[in-house]
């Protein structure tokens, strides 16, 4: 769920509600309507907070879908609507296990783990989890841009080619080539970018670093002038020296969030695409 749909419980109540969410759909009906609402359900069309729950007439009991009425605009809705699971007609007891695993997983769950345990098909759970990542997503990149000390490294994400590459054309045989900027106390983001020529990663830094911030990188040439768009300028260390340390300078956190992104993918995804990568670093970056 997004940032803004998920404060109002305490975190201690949502780790003892999620279990009996995981399998009673009325339970994780209730559940995502508090993190939804709180204690003050509104309308998602009008909202307006003068609503009630429908109930079957025969029984008393909550309607079949879970349906909400408004008395201001009359109209009807769920705690779906607006939301990542909105078109979807998966119980919402499979959402709340699916989105606990891949909150509390530091290298991630695998859809096929979805499906064993939620016993659904393989395609509802990769649709689970596509939906999931995101949610994970940044609301706006462009105002969240990383401030203070901010440490900037690349990686490259691929194995080898199953057959020999002399049968494979050049681009195909090419990694991907994945970007961090990590602010020192403070949050990651990564993007897949096309080269690590100076250029792009220049613009890769310009566009998720705030120019008042103090950039620390290693000595790959790429870098070098950076330090002339930042107030905080730029220093190195010199890892071709065998220096991964001088004073406050290094990028260790970088460097370790590639190892977790790269243990999860190797351990859990086993491989992913280009196409969908930078789905997977949401997911990484938002835990």
Not at 31 to 53: I, M
Not at 98 to 115: H, L, P
Not at 118 to 126: H, M
Not at 205 to 227: A, K, Q, W
């Amino acid at each position: 769920m997004r940032n803004e749909e998920h404060h109002n419980l305490a975190k201690s109540e949502v780790v003892e509600a999620m279990p009996l969410a995981c399998c009673d759909e009325l339970a994780a009906v209730e559940l995502f309507e508090e993190l939804r609402w709180g204690k003050n359900p509104a309308c998602v069309h009008c909202g307006s907070v003068d609503v009630y729950k429908m109930t079957d007439a025969a029984t008393g009991k909550r309607n079949k879908r879970y349906l909400w009425r408004c008395h201001d605009c009359k109209q009807q809705y769920t705690v779906r609507i607006g939301t990542v699971y909105e078109e979807s007609r998966i119980d919402l007891r499979h959402w709340a296990y699916a989105f606990w695993r891949a909150c509390t997983s530091k290298k991630g769950v695998a859809a096929r783990e979805i499906q064993r345990q939620c016993q659904i098909s393989y395609k509802s759970a990769l649709f689970l989890m596509t939906r999931i990542r995101f949610a994970m997503a940044p609301d706006n990149p462009a105002e969240e841009k990383l401030r203070g000390t901010v440490e900037c490294d690349e990686t490259f994400i691929g194995g080898k080619p199953r057959h020999s590459s002399h049968y494979i054309p050049k681009p195909a045989r090419k990694k991907s080539v994945v970007f961090a900027a990590v602010q020192r106390q403070g949050n990651i983001r990564r993007r897949v970018i096309a080269d690590v020529c100076g250029k792009t990663l220049k613009a890769a830094i310009r566009e998720l670093v705030d120019r008042r911030s103090r950039i620390y990188t290693d000595d790959f040439p790429s870098y070098d002038g950076i330090g002339n768009c930042f107030n905080g300028g730029h220093r190195t260390v010199r890892h071709t020296k065998r220096e991964y340390v001088c004073g406050d300078v290094h990028t260790n956190m970088a460097e370790s969030s590639f190892a977790l992104l790269k243990r999860g993918i190797t351990g859990i995804y086993h491989s992913v695409s280009k196409e969908y990568l930078h789905r997977y670093l949401w997911q990484f970056d938002f835990l």
